[in-house]
């Protein structure tokens, strides 16, 4: 992957090693104006950010996150969903609007990310409280209410997430960070991190997801491990994050209506691993950015 000078962003690598170099690096003073480090009292850290949804040049309608100077970050989310050549998504959906027609579809799928959503409030609440597990979960709380009365929250549903992430939850002995920004200040791209946790010694990032299908292992959590290698090599490149917040590995866990959940552990090799090819997604995604489609398959722009 050659990276280089575009009109568009400065394509410049945070690794140790060069373009295409297997280590996160540490941002250099000169690499942005330094915002200074959080001085991080032990409890949870949340930095929240300034969000959007535009549309980013020819990218269409992004999600953008904006810095304390107004500059305007595309989020690892965006960057991958419109980098993803895979049709696998898209075969999916219109199986299912077939079977189940696209208003209904619709409504599911909101419910759905609906669930995820309070479910994450829940985990938040359980890791930021005065003790660590401190919580007791109302699955009927008011502040997991929706407005639109199509979205009432599933208590039931609500439960069995709870009752299948709880476990893991439980081996949890230190949150240094929960729902928190982080800006990559020379790729410029920005995400928010579901957790920063330790878990069986290792402090890890930590990504929860909910599935109705079982998953086994890495290899079943699609772009997961790409997010997470963003969020890593954004990490050490944030200069508002001390050392001690900089984890050593991640974990993606994901859970079930029914079940326990799975937690998926992935190493730092791995993650180093998994960043190379989120550089060539990235790479995919400034070529759409600048050409408004992804570069054909087999070009030197490409990631195949």
């Given at each position: 992957?050659?990276l ?7 394509w410049?690598s945070?690794l140790?090693?060069g373009?295409?170099g ?18 991080w009292?032990?409890r949870?850290l ?5 969000m959007?949804?535009s ?5 269409g309608s992004?999600?953008v ?11 690892v989310?965006?960057i991958?969903?419109k980098?993803n ?5 898209l075969?999916w959906?219109?199986?299912?609007i077939?079977?189940l027609g696209?208003?209904?579809?619709k ?7 609906s669930?995820?959503t309070?479910?994450?409030a829940?985990?938040?609440?359980y890791l930021t ?6 919580f ?8 997991l209410?929706?407005?639109n009365?199509e979205?009432?929250?599933?208590s039931n549903?609500?439960?069995q ?13 230190r949150?240094?960070?929960?729902e ?6 020379r ?22 997801k909910t599935s ?6 890495i290899?079943?959590?699609f772009d ?6 963003a969020?890593m090599g954004?990490?050490?490149?944030d ?16 859970m079930?209506?029914?079940g ?11 993650l180093?691993?998994?960043?190379n090819?989120w550089l060539?997604?990235?790479t995919?995604f400034?070529y ?6 992804l570069p054909?398959l ?7």
């Amino acid at each position: 992957l050659n990276l280089s000078l575009n009109r568009n962003a400065r394509w410049v690598s945070s690794l140790g090693r060069g373009a295409t170099g297997h280590r996160f690096a540490s941002t250099k003073a000169s690499d942005m104006a330094a915002a200074a480090a959080v001085e991080w009292d032990g409890r949870p850290l949340s930095l929240r950010p300034k969000m959007d949804f535009s549309r980013l040049k020819k990218a269409g309608s992004t999600r953008v996150y904006i810095d304390e100077e107004g500059a305007r970050f595309p989020s690892v989310t965006s960057i991958l969903s419109k980098s993803n050549r895979s049709d696998s998504l898209l075969r999916w959906k219109e199986s299912q609007i077939a079977l189940l027609g696209e208003q209904e579809f619709k409504k599911q799928q909101s419910k759905t990310l609906s669930d995820g959503t309070r479910v994450h409030a829940l985990i938040e609440s359980y890791l930021t409280a005065e003790n660590l597990g401190d919580f007791t979960p109302n699955f009927t709380s008011s502040t997991l209410a929706a407005q639109n009365a199509e979205n009432e929250p599933d208590s039931n549903r609500l439960q069995q997430l709870w009752d299948s992430v709880y476990p893991v939850l439980k081996d949890i002995t230190r949150a240094a960070a929960v729902e928190t920004s982080v800006f990559h200040p020379r790729l410029k791209y920005a995400g928010t991190i579901d957790a920063i946790c330790e878990y069986k010694g290792q402090l890890r990032i930590t990504d929860w997801k909910t599935s109705k299908k079982r998953k086994y292992g890495i290899e079943d959590t699609f772009d997961n491990p790409l997010q997470l290698a963003a969020y890593m090599g954004a990490l050490y490149t944030d200069s508002r994050y001390p050392e001690e917040l900089r984890p050593t590995s991640g974990m993606i866990v994901v859970m079930y209506d029914h079940g326990p959940a799975t937690p998926i552990l992935v190493s730092k090799s791995e993650l180093e691993e998994y960043w190379n090819d989120w550089l060539k997604r990235y790479t995919d995604f400034q070529y759409l950015m600048d050409h408004g489609n992804l570069p054909p398959l087999g070009s030197v722009y490409a990631s195949n």
